[in-house]
Every structure is written in C-alpha cells, then in structure tokens.
C-alpha cells in the first residue's frame, strides 16, 4: 500500500492507498510532528511505498529520514524523484508550489478542463488550468486563519479568535465584525476572482474547492464549487500509480 504525504505549513495529511482506492486519511500537525504519531496512525496496515510532497523543507528532511529508517525504504520526492505530469506554463517552472501541480493534475484528471482550483489552506490559492489541460499560474493569498492571526499580531486592541461561521453580515461587536470581514470577505472575493479567471479561459469552467477551510469559502460565495478534501492526496497517489510504480529508481 501507498503513504502519500502532503506536508503543509499547517498539517501534515496523509492517505493510505491500494491500488488508488482510499484506505485511511489523517493529519498530524506540522508543529506537532514526530514519528510515533505515524506509527500510531498507520497502525497495522502494511506500508510498501511512501510519496511526498512538500512546501516545507526541514519537515521533510525529517520525514523523509524517520520512514527511511521506519519502513526500511526511502520515500519518493514529488519535484525531485518524479514530475507532476501536467504541461507548467509558469515563467519560472521551478517556482511554483509542488502542491498547487499536484492539485492542477489530479482536479484535471478528475474533472477535466478548463479548471480553476481553489485551495483554503494555510494560504488561499487559485490555480487555473487551460481548456487545452496545461497549468497556467494563479493567484496566492493569506489564507483565513493567517487573516486572523494578522489582525491580532499587527494591532494593539483586536483578539486572536478562533475560525468559524459568521453569524451576521453586520458585526455587532468586535469578534463578529472580525469573523464577517474575513470570512464572508473571502467568499466575496472569490467570486470576484473566479469571474475574471473565466472571462479569460471560458465561461464554463468548472471550479474545484478542497483545503481545510473550503467550506467557509464556499458558503459565502455565489459561484458553483464543487469540494473535494482529498484532491492533493488523491493526485500523489495518481502519480505514484503512473509514474512511479513500475519504474526501477
């Protein structure tokens, strides 16, 4: 069975697969990693191949060295022992996140061109895929909880709250004028951007929501979003499937 890893600056997802089939999910977070966490995750399911990727250098040097040392096999690298295999017209091909080629190929895959992934994570990303299926860029914006945080970090007098649901458009104290300007904020934001990305790649693009805070995203906009929270794994364990698998490394 496939350990697919997807480290974040937030958490560390996994999925367990056979043969492309979902076995397990879970998360460990970031800050809180430590190789019995994975020992008491995976639990008595036979590990024979481990895939990551990351946006957090350090994190995987660790991971990559416990489940080396675990499993008696070292993990494969996306970026580095295999290529998202999706066409990059990003300037810098180099530059952009292995995470955001990931989610392009796996939302394409699965759902097909053209394509707009919105990612809510630890950053709010909008990633575009042309009607011809190639990754064209997108858009990187602090996610909601780095929102929050700023707010109470850069200011003298506003709190550090917790994510949730608005309970009002119009805050009537100082958490709920909080939680609707940046919640509801980003909903309203991503209509707008969504609508522009359209009207350059076509009016009937279908658009592709997973990320942990998604839902909130989706709730306060007007656009269509269909969510799926284990896009990213599930594209690591296409890769894996047929790019990795039946080559000799």
């Known amino acids: 069975m496939l350990l697919a890893i997807d480290i974040g600056n937030t958490n560390i997802s996994c999925g367990i697969f056979n043969n492309n089939a979902i076995k397990k999910i879970f998360d460990i977070p970031s800050k809180q990693y430590s190789l019995n966490k994975f020992r008491k995750k995976i639990g008595p399911l036979k590990i024979t191949d481990t895939l990551i990727c990351s946006v957090v250098p350090k994190l995987t040097n660790a991971v990559k060295k416990d489940l080396t040392g675990m499993l008696g096999k070292r ?33 394409l895959i699965f759902y097909g061109a053209p394509l707009i992934v919105i990612d809510s994570g630890t950053a709010l990303t909008f990633d575009v895929i042309s009607k011809q299926g190639a990754y064209l860029g997108g ?22 709250i917790k994510l949730q649901y608005p309970k009002e458009l119009i805050g009537t104290n100082t958490i709920s004028s909080i939680l609707s300007g940046v919640v509801i904020g980003a909903g309203v934001l991503a209509n707008g951007l969504a609508s522009r990305i359209k009207r350059k790649i076509g009016k009937h693009t279908q658009i592709i929501g997973t990320g942990g805070s998604i839902s909130l995203v989706k709730k306060y906009s007007d656009i269509s979003i269909k969510i799926d929270r284990n896009l990213t794994l599930k594209g690591l364990s296409l890769i894996y499937e047929n790019e990795i698998k039946n080559r000799n490394f």
Do not use: F, H
Request: proline residues 9%; without cysteine; hydrophobic residues 40%.
């Open 139 to 160: 858009l990187i914006l602090p996610g909601l909880g780095i929102s929050l945080a700023a707010l109470n970090e850069k200011t003298a007098l506003l709190p550090r």
């Open 75 to 107: 993990p494969y690298i996306i970026g580095k022992d295999a290529q998202v295999p999706i066409k990059n017209r990003y300037r810098n091909p180099n530059q952009v996140g292995q995470d955001r080629l990931v989610n392009a190929y796996a939302g």
